[in-house]
């Protein structure tokens, strides 16, 4: 699909690094918001998740809209902590690590989930398959020092 491949080249830019964290999440609140919680923008490209977490050092809620990877026909979800091929880790990731319990919105119900960093092998054969999932991870890593987290996230019964 030639429109993916834009995307993808597109996103892997500087310049998107830097206007996307404002504008993208921005757009996905707003327009999740007007349809009650069935559509975001940026799943139109990637499917996506807004994340409702614990805020790590306020306790308050905080709702993002993410990328994700879906596993296991809805039961689990991979979120990547790629920023954008930002230096610092994204504030959402510090918000799992601090508190695990958070919640999806995802296909406009809300799920209770909790969240796991991936270490080790597991984050390596997941990284893997993030790649071949967005192959624009790729750059955001080589940008940065720091390692990109990445979570599985599974729905509490």
Known sequence: ????????KVSSTRGFAKVAPHVIPALDRAVHR????KVLLSAQMLPGVILTSTGARSGLPRRTPLACMP??????????GSNFGRA???????NLLA???????????????T???LEGE?????????????????TYQARVEREIRLFRIVRRS
């Open 1 to 8: 699909m030639i429109g993916a491949r834009v995307v993808q």
């Open 34 to 37: 007007l349809t009650r919680g």
């Open 71 to 80: 596993e296991e026909n809805g039961r689990s979800w991979i979120l990547i």
């Open 88 to 94: 610092g880790h994204p504030a959402w990731t510090a």
């Open 99 to 113: 508190h695990p319990d958070a919640e999806v919105s995802w296909k406009g119900r809300d799920i209770p989930v």
């Open 115 to 117: 969240a796991r960093l």
């Open 122 to 138: 597991e984050r390596a054969a997941v990284w893997q398959a993030a790649l071949a999932f967005w192959p624009p991870y790729a």
